[in-house]
């Protein structure tokens, strides 16, 4: 019994340390973007920069509070995640499979490795020229696009997770007599799941960005195309409305999956 509430104490130690680390880490996380906009500010209200090229803080602050009770920011913004969970979707999709047969088949590594890791050396902006030609710069575009910068990790990380897995395992399922499917399904995806999850943050990472780049070139909506037509108006206050939402945007979705990555492998942190 004593050992009971003496291991129990020390867990209950060890939650409190975490929580007070997350709150450490979440103020230390503030520090840079206080000093900055404590800058931007100074730097506004002393006239270091002219108005056109620096709008002061309370300037972008209202521009982004008109854009939003007009609904043109939640439109754009609206418009480029659609894109995105769109295109992420068929690329992360892809590369699951993709990297689950490169990673059970040497065949198939052999033949389709070589060639695709030269197809993941051409950044993703580099095929909009090409894609133009075959499919306009219309919607597909810029799903293919996205899609692309979702399929490279996502094949990469689930590749190196599957052949991560202990061969102990593999032999545990074969001392149960598992068929292929059954041990796909109940010893190699579970084993893979943390480097599967890599790819997935890095892909959405990925996805995002890109989709960011396609608008700037080729779109009449979206978050970029924001950016490009305050460029062009020189309205720089709704330039930088669009950046911070776009760091916002990604920011959350990076934590989100984070936050999601933390309950699924719980198991984890228990035997730690």
């Known amino acids: 019994m004593a050992a009971f509430f003496e291991a129990a104490g020390d867990a209950g130690i060890r939650m409190a340390r975490r929580r007070r680390s997350r709150v450490v880490f979440g103020v230390a996380g503030l520090v840079l973007p206080a000093a900055l906009l404590g800058f931007w500010w100074v730097a506004s209200a002393k006239g270091w920069l002219a108005e056109q090229i620096l709008p002061p803080p309370f300037i972008v602050y209202e521009t982004a509070r008109d854009m939003i009770a007009s609904g043109e920011l939640l439109f754009h913004a609206g418009v480029s995640l ?26 198939i590594e052999d033949y389709v490795k070589p060639l695709f890791l030269a197809f993941a050396q051409i950044p993703t902006l580099g095929w909009i020229p090409l894609l133009m030609l075959f499919v306009g710069i219309g919607e597909t575009l810029k799903i293919i696009i996205i899609a692309k910068g979702a399929l490279v990790p ?35 995806l579970p084993g893979a799941v943390p480097s599967i999850f890599t790819g997935v943050r890095y ?15 080729a779109s009449s909506e979206g978050l970029g195309y924001l950016l490009v037509w305050g460029r062009q108006m020189f309205w720089l206050d709704t330039v930088i409305v669009a950046m911070i939402v776009i760091g916002l945007v990604g920011f959350a979705m990076d934590k989100g999956l984070d936050r999601t990555e933390m309950l699924i492998q719980r198991w984890k942190r228990q035997e730690i």
């Open 203 to 217: 892909g959405l990472t990925h996805s995002w960005t890109s989709l960011v780049g396609v608008e700037l070139l």
């Open 82 to 107: 659609r894109r995105v969970m769109i295109g992420f979707a068929i690329g992360s999709l892809a590369g699951l499979c993709l990297g689950i047969a490169i990673g059970l088949s040497q065949k």
């Open 154 to 188: 996502m094949t990469l990380n689930t590749c190196s997770g599957i052949r991560g897995v202990l061969p102990k395992y593999v032999e545990v399922g074969e001392a149960l007599c598992f068929g292929r499917w059954q041990r796909l399904r109940l010893i190699v």
